[in-house]
């Protein structure tokens, strides 16, 4: 809900001095002083805004403030400045009123600061968007370049503006605005060549020179050094609390965006620099002989520069400073000018350029911010002119500025009483007329036509003969004597002769501010305004574009001999365009006071005040607004505030509000006169009905905030418990729904439990039938394939049959082709072998031949038996060398020496062998019978055994000694000698393995070179012979046992009792014995020796199977034989160590 605030609210004094009870001067002031040491520098007499200098910033004018005075209206917040402005922008939007806001004070008093304020209120309130934002950017902006150029260090304002402004800020129907206009009114010129003690030249020569960057300095040939230039005072240029430096970039980037060029700015500060420079230009007499004194320019450096950075020709303006001429009809009259008129010519040149280019300023401003648009315009504008000025020493620009001010006051007063009666009229009230001090009579004494001062003063500038500022005194003192507002020493009333406050040359104005007493020196002059032609024709002849604009009157081609009008003229013209101006528009006033003359914050000086509130007739103008009616307000806003007074009222009125506010008074019992019923407003009296009223409303509102409370508590309370209802059904159907929701999943599953078993049985029923019903095709399926199967293998086999005739066809054929072949082949290779034998015979004989017939045609032949010689020397080196380094005679070394040629391969080869061979013989023939006997068995036992019996290797070092029992001399075996009629050749005892159980029993065995004898070892009886005839084979194992089988040929006598298993240490020898002795015979094969694991023995009627394995050394170092079982024997052998 919108807070309904008021200015009667939080107030500190009285806001609105109409309100002021009681109204005195000196509770006036009393009410301003209590306010502004409360920071509460605006109040209000009704809709005027009094303002009064802080000379401190205070925090009022922030964004948020902008934001709490937008739209509302003019009395519902504390007074501001905002609020007239936006009830200005307002009115100027909504109702299509044109508006003006004139800020009248003096100087000081802070008129300038207020119409920022205001303009930069506006802007933040008004339409947003790019190109509002750069109008809104471009009017702000414009304010620095007019305060650079226009404002000036006074000893009453450091920031005192030296010209009026009056700017039109022109905005569409939407209130965006679209651009503006600025109106200026007479710069002070004269302080561009002089300035009081105090006080400075205009601010942006110092901030030229403090703030230029080193190379523009260069350009404008200046030092930043202010005591180098006459033109500026040095006793204050430096103004504390004000940067030069910062201030030029301000002023640099508001030209920028107010849209000067970069060749502008420059020309610009080029004219600034030559005003500088211009017033450093100084004279010195010389006399011509003809008696008359001229003018020299003293040291012409100064000249030079200035006319390089102007363009002119520097004679020409050095002619300009000497000489002066004067036309009239058609002649030229040239004058020398003396010291005196140079410098008057020099500083009048220096007004005219930089008033001139002040003027420049503002239409090219103009130019930038001239709304685009021919529609039409609302218009708001905002006057800033020179504050009332009370100088000690007062000229032509102070009374042309207090004219200003005077007919600026009169405006006010007119438009004040005019409105304020207007609006009784307006409103049906009864109005009775209020007395105050019109100034019309002092602008009367200043501006009238006939006899006022400026007309007085045009007609002494304008009259023939010699005119002086005396001579214009003296006019003043005939014809304004009698005018009770003009003061003089020298007037025909006498009441002034004796004043001495009153100088001779001077004469003195009682304005609506007090008097001012006016110096009439230099008015006339002033006035005149006149700059010699020749200066003026000097600077229009100028090589720059600006200056040329500025001059236009130095054209030689337009010379006008017309006097131009006098500056007295010209100002009054536009002071009434002016005043006619503001009369067309709603005028907004904000009246300044300046709190004391010592620009500090905190001092509230009531003499000064008291002086200005005065002056101003703010006391009159409480009076005016007092006399009819201290309050007004329009009828609903007042019932609004007012209706909780009154039951009937209360909290609705249904009808029109002015009857409301009729039945809300009466039931107040408010005195009839204190109230009168207006057209729209009702208006009341005496302030004190309206603090009732106020006390009662704030009474009322206390017990409506009780009311209120008690109300809402009661619903809250309600609200509370409905809540509550509301939220336990809500949990209560939520429990109901979760319940049921619950339930419904038990008996969900449980369906589907129940389901789910019926769908199983249903499908294993079904599963079973199909399991059947596959069978059934799965027996078919099977029956067939048998079926097929059988057919098929029958095709097959017979098939096979088939292919089997047809290979054997094949191969019958092949083997007959294939001897067929090897016939054929043998043919042809004994055909070959002879036609070879043939060719070689042919070949022989044939050479033999040739050599027999060609032999004759050769003689004894030195090559060829060179040839011979060297071969032979060289086979006999070859033989020599060998013969030193043949190898040893051992048959087992291998070395031989190298071969020296390569024809000698063949050779050296053959004589290796050869040789070998030889050393071979050489160490047989060492060896006797026996000897050879025995390494020829050595011999055959290696051809036999090697690498194919494990126990081969251990028999090589054992020599074969054959007899090992001695047998012939042995006494033991003599009957056993006996028995054997042949020699033998070897005699060793053996095991003979039994077939039934595997264990040996040792035999004599005896070897001839027919038999094989097995006798008892105790006996020496014989108890087999076998003759080697009937011997088949000899099987043994490959390892490291003794044991061997003699094999029987089958069918053979000796067979019949079986073969024979035997072990024997020495197997090797009786094995390799036996073989030898077979071998010679030559009737005989040679007996078969197997080497096998596994061989089978002839046992009487069985086949017995003897099997050798590897077995562990438990048993010891000798193999045994174990039997197995009928058909088996097995010998295990240890491993070999
Ligand atoms: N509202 C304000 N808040 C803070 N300081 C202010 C305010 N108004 C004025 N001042 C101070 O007072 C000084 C003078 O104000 P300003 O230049 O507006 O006076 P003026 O009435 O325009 O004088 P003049 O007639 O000489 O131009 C300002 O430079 C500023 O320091
Ligand atoms: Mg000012």
């Known amino acids: 809900m919108e807070v309904k605030t008021s200015l009667l609210d939080n107030m500190i004094g009285v806001g609105d001095m109409v309100l002021l009870e009681p109204l005195s001067e000196d509770t006036f002031l009393e009410n301003l002083k209590n306010r502004f040491d409360h920071n509460e520098i605006y109040t209000y007499i009704g809709s005027v805004v009094i303002s009064i200098n802080p000379y401190r910033s205070l925090p009022i004018y922030t964004p948020e403030k902008v ?36 800020i009248t004070g003096e100087s000081g008093a802070g008129k300038t600061e207020a119409s920022k ?141 107010v849209g000067f060029m970069e060749d502008e700015m420059l020309s610009v500060l080029e004219l600034v620099a030559a005003v500088l420079k211009l017033g450093n230009i100084e004279f010195k007499p010389e006399s011509r002989c003809n008696g008359i004194d001229e003018s020299r320019v003293k040291d012409k450096n100064d000249l030079k520069e200035m006319c390089e950075l102007l363009g002119t020709e520097q004679s020409v303006l050095e002619r300009a400073f000497s000489y002066r001429t004067v036309e009239a009809k058609m002649e030229k009259v040239s004058t020398t000018l003396n010291v005196a008129q140079a410098y008057y010519a020099r500083d009048a040149l220096a007004k005219n350029l930089y008033s001139r280019l002040f003027s420049w300023l503002i239409t090219r401003i103009n130019e930038s911010i001239r709304a685009q648009a021919k529609t039409r315009h609302k218009v708001m504008g905002v006057l800033d002119i020179y504050g009332f000025e009370i100088f000690e020493d007062n000229s032509f620009e102070q009374f042309i500025i207090n004219y200003c001010n005077e007919k600026l006051q009169q405006i006010f007063i007119e438009l004040t009483l005019r409105e304020e009666q207007e609006e009784y009229v307006r409103e049906g009230i009864e109005w009775t007329n209020i007395e105050y001090f019109n100034n019309a009579i002092i602008c009367d004494l200043i501006e009238n036509n006939q006899n006022g001062i400026l007309a007085m003063l045009d007609e002494e500038c304008l009259r023939p003969g010699t005119v002086t500022d005396e001579t214009f005194l003296d006019k003043l003192n005939t014809i304004c004597a009698e005018h009770q507002h003009f003061e003089s020493r020298l007037s025909k009333s006498s009441k002034f002769l004796t004043d001495h406050s009153l100088p001779h040359n001077c004469f003195r104005i009682q304005h609506y501010a007090g008097k001012v007493l006016y110096r009439v020196e230099g008015f006339v002059d002033k006035n005149n305004d006149l700059l010699y032609r020749d200066l003026s024709q000097a600077m229009y002849k100028a090589n720059h574009s600006l200056i040329k604009q500025l001059f236009p009157e130095g054209n030689p081609a337009k010379v006008n001999l017309k006097r131009p009008p006098t500056a007295g003229f010209q100002f009054k013209a536009s002071v009434g365009t002016l005043m006619s101006n503001l009369q067309t528009k709603n005028p907004n006033y904000i009246r300044c006071v300046k709190p004391n003359d010592k620009k500090a914050s905190h001092i509230f000086t009531d003499s000064l005040v008291r002086h200005q509130v005065h002056y101003l007739g703010l006391m009159e103008n409480v009076r005016v607004r007092r006399a009819g009616y201290a309050f007004r307000q329009a009828y609903e806003p007042c019932l609004e505030r007012y209706k909780m007074l009154c039951k009937k009222t209360w909290p609705h009125w249904r009808g029109p509000a002015r009857e409301g506010v009729e039945v809300l008074l009466t039931d107040l019992q408010v005195p009839t006169e204190e109230f009168a019923y207006g057209r729209s407003k009702i208006f009341i009296r005496n302030p004190r009905t309206l603090f009732f009223l106020e006390e009662k409303r704030k009474r009322c509102l206390e017990d409506l905030a009780t009311l209120i409370q008690k109300i809402y508590r009661g619903w809250k309370c309600r609200s509370q418990f409905l809540l509550l209802k509301k939220s ?67 095709e097959l086999r017979r098939l096979k049959q088939e292919v089997r005739n047809k290979h054997a066809v094949t191969v019958i054929w092949a083997y007959w082709q294939g001897t067929k072949a090897r016939r054929e082949l043998r043919r042809l290779k004994e055909e070959a072998r002879r036609k070879h034998a043939v060719a070689v015979i042919w070949a022989y004989w044939q050479g033999l031949k040739v050599r027999r017939e060609y032999r004759k045609f050769f003689r004894a032949n030195a090559g060829k038996k060179i040839y011979n010689f060297t071969i032979q020397r060289i086979m006999q080196k070859y033989f020599l060398d060998l013969k030193r380094n043949m190898p040893s005679m051992s048959p087992i ?15 050296h080869t053959e004589l290796k062998r050869i040789f070998h061979l030889w050393r071979c013989k050489k160490y047989r023939s060492q060896f006797t019978e ?21 126990l081969y290797p251990s028999s090589v070092s054992q020599p074969f000694k054959g007899d090992y029992l001695e047998i012939s001399k042995n006494p033991k075996y003599q009957k056993l000698n006996n028995a054997v009629d042949e020699k033998v050749l070897l005699a060793d005892v053996v095991n003979k393995i039994n077939r039934a159980n595997g264990k040996g029993s040792p035999r004599l065995l005896l070897l001839t070179r027919r038999s094989v004898i097995l006798a008892d070892q105790k006996t020496g009886q014989v108890k087999a012979s076998v003759p080697l005839a009937d011997l088949a084979s000899v099987s043994v194992s490959t390892q490291m046992d003794g044991f061997f089988a003699l094999k029987l040929k089958e069918g053979s006598a000796s067979a019949v009792k079986g073969d024979f298993l035997l072990s024997s240490d020495h197997l090797i020898e009786i094995i390799t014995k036996l073989h030898r002795i077979s071998a010679s015979a030559a009737e005989r094969e040679p007996i078969n020796v197997d080497i096998s694991d596994e061989f089978l023995v002839q046992f009487k009627h069985d086949k017995v199977c003897v099997k050798f394995i590897q077995g562990s050394p438990k048993n010891g170092n000798s193999a045994s034989c174990k039997r197995k079982n009928n058909r088996l024997l097995e010998v295990s052998v240890p491993t070999s160590p």
């Open 728 to 794: 336990q059904i809500v949990v209560a159907a939520w429990y109901r729904r979760y319940a049921q929701q619950k339930k419904y999943q038990k008996i969900k599953r449980a369906t589907t439990v129940v389901q789910s078993y019926a769908r199983g049985w249903q499908a294993r029923k079904l599963l079973r039938e199909l399991k059947y019903q596959k069978k059934c095709e799965q027996a078919v399926t099977t029956i067939s394939a048998y079926w097929h199967g059988t057919q098929a293998r029958m």
């Open 893 to 907: 070394d291998k070395s031989w020496p190298a071969r020296p040629y390569l024809f000698l391969e063949g050779v």
């Open 67 to 102: 934001e709490e005075y937008r739209n509302r209206n003019f009395y519902e917040l504390s007074p501001h400045i905002y609020a007239l402005a936006d009830e200005a922008y307002r009115s100027l939007r909504d109702q299509d009123k044109d508006q003006c806001i004139l």
């Open 930 to 950: 026996d000897k050879k006997a025995v390494y020829e068995e050595k011999l055959k036992a290696s051809e036999l055994f090697k690498d194919k019996k494990a």
């Open 117 to 257: 304020l205001v303009m930069s209120y506006v802007a933040a309130v008004c339409g947003k968007g790019q190109e509002v934002n750069k109008v809104k950017e471009q009017l702000l902006q414009s304010n620095p370049v007019l305060e650079a150029f226009g404002n000036a260090k006074t000893v009453r304002n450091d920031n005192s503006s030296r010209f009026g402004k009056y700017m039109d800020i022109e905005f569409d129907f939407k209130g965006d605005p679209l651009g503006g206009v600025i109106s200026n009114y007479l710069l002070e010129k004269s302080r561009v060549v002089k300035q009081p003690r105090g006080e400075r030249n205009f601010h942006i020569f110092y901030q030229l020179l403090s703030g230029a960057s080193d190379d523009t300095m260069k350009k404008l040939k200046l030092d930043r050094d202010f005591s180098k230039y006459n033109y500026l005072s040095l006793d204050s240029a430096v103004v504390s609390g004000l940067d030069d430096a910062a201030n030029f970039r301000t002023v640099r980037n508001a030209m920028q965006i």
